[in-house]
Each structure stands twice: as C-alpha cells, then as structure tokens.
C-alpha cells in the first residue's frame, strides 16, 4: 500500500452541500425507527442523528465505485484496500435541527493515517463534518473512517452492572433498504447479498453502523427524556441482517453507555451519551 506521506496532501479538503429537512424526510425517518409519538409539523425539532440522512455527496452513477460508494479520488484520496467501514464518530450537539430548515454541510478531511495491523494494512481516515443552520452552528462530528483488507471479527466484553434497559429487536432486510434510501448510501454490501458474500467476503448483508448508533441514540433519549448533548460511538463487530440483537445502557461515570450485544454476548456496537 502507499505509504502515509502519499496521501498527506488530502488532508484539508473540503465539500460542502446543502439540502432541506423536509417533512417529508422527518416521516420517513420516523417511520424507519417507529418514532410513532414525533411530531411532524415545520419548526419541531428532529431526532438525533437525521444530520446522517441530510446533504449527502450525491455523486452521479457514472462516479461510483464498484462497492457503490464514490469512486476513490474524488474527495477521499484513492486508497488501495478494498474494505471501506465507518469505524465511528464523536459528535457534540449544539442545537437541535428543526423541520423545514436549510441546512449546510461543511465535510473536511482532517486526518490520514496508515499502520500495519495483525490480518494486513489499515488506513484511517478523519473527517470533520460541521452541520450548519444560516450562520449557527448546530452539530460537530469527527468520523473515522477506516480501510482494510479483512473483517474485523472482534469486540469488548460488554457491559454487566447498573443495567437500565435490555430489549432484543431484529433488523431485517426492509430496514437496511430504508435506511440505505433515507441516506443516499449506495454501499453494496447492505443491500446486495451477492456483491457482500463473493465480492467482501461477508456471510451475509451488513448492518449500517450509523442505524445501530440511531437506535442507541433513540434509547439514550428516552432513559433521559432528551437528547443528549454529546455522543460517540464505535463500531466493533459487523452485524448481520436477521441476526437478533439486545439494546443495552448502563450509568457509568455521569453518562450513559450504550450497546448493541448478539445472542453470543458480542458487541457490535458501542456508544456514549453525555449531557451538560
């Protein structure tokens, strides 16, 4: 793989995009996540982590790759490992968005870095995205992404004290096609079996990291009856579609930390929720 000096001259590249959080979208954003008791009408905030499905780099078909992500250098530097996956995000919420608003998307590139891990090479790269109503700031989020050659098939142990809520729930194939839609995320492997079975070597379609972190969110939400004013996740272990999956939260340290765990106990995911 190329070393890391030659991609250093990515770093600082900057898209911006602008879309409108129509009620529309919030419906189906809803719907997606059964939020049944949202309300829709213009000017009511949004559910956490709808930045995720706003202002997309709407790339044209002729630009994509063949993982139905955009084709390597166009914005992203052309990085020769074939795995995409989104490790994980940090994301600090200044306000919330609302219904009918214009919003702008502001994504730098803010980091690249290479290192040899035990199954191959890894590349991380680091984004900034900076969400935008008018001239205030209403989200920041840091995104890791990384690239590799093989699947990452490990996990921490998950969490075992001070549970506070433990429901199991099945993501489907009509949830993964939803979500995909609602993001404008072409990335094959969620939604065509045969290109993640032969083509990435996955034994079946994967889980978008992002709708775990949602539905973590969601849940975050409730035990506190708002939104939190910071939250991380990371994601650990892929997950498979038709594979059940347990929502857990536990009070550690002034917040809440939360997880998907699989029937085995493996985490797939993990999140932190903080309030101010």
């Not at 034994?203 to 973590?216: K, N, R």
Request: charged share 25%; aromatic share 8%; hydrophobic share 35%.
């Amino acid at each position: 793989m190329s070393s890391k000096e030659d991609f250093q001259a990515w770093i600082g590249r900057r898209v911006q995009s602008e879309d409108v959080l129509t009620e529309g979208l919030f419906r189906r954003f809803a719907a997606t996540f059964d939020l049944t008791d949202e309300k829709r009408a213009v000017g009511q905030p949004a559910p956490p982590l709808i930045h995720f499905c706003l202002a997309p780099n709407a790339f044209p078909a002729s630009r994509l790759g063949e993982d139905g992500h955009e084709r390597r250098g166009e914005f992203l530097p052309p990085i020769p490992l074939h795995r995409r996956m989104w490790a994980g995000s940090r994301i600090e919420f200044r306000g919330a968005l609302r219904v009918g608003e214009t919003v702008c998307r502001v994504t730098e590139i803010e980091s690249v870095s290479t290192k040899e891990g035990k199954r191959g090479p890894l590349c991380f790269v680091g984004l900034k995205h900076t969400i935008q109503v008018g001239d205030e700031v209403r989200i920041i989020e840091h995104q890791d992404l990384v690239y590799l050659d093989t699947i990452k098939r490990h996990g921490e142990a998950h969490c075992g004290a001070d549970q506070l809520l433990d429901e199991e729930i099945m993501l489907g194939e009509a949830t993964l096609f939803r979500y995909s839609a609602i993001t404008f995320n072409s990335h094959r492997i969620h939604y065509d079996r045969d290109y993640a079975r032969a083509t990435e070597g996955y034994p079946d379609l994967v889980v978008h990291g992002p709708l775990q972190a949602t539905l973590l969110i969601s849940y975050a939400t409730k035990l506190a009856g708002r939104p939190p004013n910071r939250f991380s996740f990371k994601a650990v272990s892929p997950l498979y579609v038709g594979n059940p999956i347990t929502l857990r939260a536990v009070q550690r340290e002034g917040a809440t930390r939360l997880e998907c765990v699989k029937r085995d106990g493996q985490a797939t995911t993990y999140a932190d929720a903080m309030w101010s």
